[in-house]
């Protein structure tokens, strides 16, 4: 696993689309008018809606080639968000990921892997408009099963 | 309703408090996020994960909990969200979500942000830093 560290996918552009800020908003219980109503968007400072900051979640970020985690079984300990500025609705963002570091620890549930795995957006000129990471913990039994 | 930036060291954001947590909570979560891991939705898969029942998405009440600063979208925005999953949330769960502010560097503010369940016990765990325009 060590030697997927530095390993990223290619950009693939995504587009903060109407409907899915809409839905995901809905999801989380934050139906703000800011998110929702166009007009209040078109006034706001933004000139624009906005997403909510989680929403990056929803983007595609590619694939990294030689990383094959199934979801099944891995925890995830932590998610740390960072932000240039709202994402804007109808607006192209531009996603990679890549995986910035690989640890193990042993604890409670045995040998455990520590994988950080950075999901990044950019605009089309290549500014970050957000960088993140997620720290997704590999238990001893989910690496014994998918002998990572 | 308070300016954000009116706000000084020790003092609360209003408190949040979530109906409680439902089977289709989960299930629009999973459609509107993309995250079909089967152990939020389906009772048999998360028993066979070795839960006691499914389990909220973190990143669902995550979501949440950032709603707590969204009606001050003119004076800012959350510039640093960083979350540690402390508990698992199950069906049924009164989520409450708070937020306090811990320290101010001028258009920088820092809070705690958290959310307990019906014991108090904290699910979720971490920092806010909110710019200020």
């Known amino acids: 696993m060590k030697e997927m560290i530095g390993k990223a996918s290619k950009k693939v552009k995504n587009t903060v689309e109407r409907g899915a800020v809409k839905k995901f908003a809905e999801a ?11 007009e209040v968007g078109k006034n706001s400072r933004y000139g624009q809606n906005i997403a909510p900051p989680t929403f990056a979640r929803v983007f595609d970020y590619g694939i990294i080639e030689g990383l094959n985690l199934p979801n099944k079984g891995l925890i995830h300990g932590e998610q740390i968000y960072h932000y240039e500025r709202p994402l804007l609705v109808g607006e192209d963002v531009y996603c990679y990921a890549q995986v910035s570091d690989y640890y193990e620890k042993s604890g409670a549930m045995g040998n455990m892997g520590f994988i950080v795995l950075e999901n990044n957006g950019e605009d089309k000129d290549g500014n970050t408009i957000f960088t993140s ?13 998918q002998q990572v | 309703m308070t300016k954000i930036a009116e706000l000084y060291v020790g003092d609360a954001l209003n408190d949040i408090q979530l109906n409680p947590v439902s089977r289709i909570d989960l299930i629009k979560y999973a459609g509107a996020s993309g995250d079909f891991n089967p152990i939020h939705t389906i009772d048999e898969e998360a028993k066979k994960a070795g839960l006691p029942g499914i389990i909220a998405h973190g990143m669902w ?9 969204t ?8 510039q640093d969200y960083s979350i540690r999953f402390r508990g698992m949330v199950f069906l049924n769960d009164v989520i409450t979500l708070k937020a306090e502010l811990k320290e101010r560097d001028e258009s920088l503010l820092k809070f705690d942000v958290l959310a307990v369940n019906q014991e108090n016990k904290p699910v979720l765990k971490g920092n806010v830093v909110y710019r200020l325009y």
Not at chain 2, 61 to 69: E, Q, R, S
Not at chain 2, 71 to 78: H, K, S, T
Request: hydrophobic share 40%; no cysteine; charged share 25%.
């Open chain 2, 71 to 78: 009606n001050y979208y003119e004076e800012g925005f959350i």
């Open chain 2, 61 to 69: 009440t995550m979501g949440n909990l950032a709603k707590l600063f």
């Open chain 1, 28 to 38: 989380i219980g934050d139906v703000n008018p800011i998110y929702l109503d166009e």
């Open chain 1, 133 to 145: 990471k997620s720290i997704v913990i590999l238990t001893e039994a989910y690496r014994k099963v």
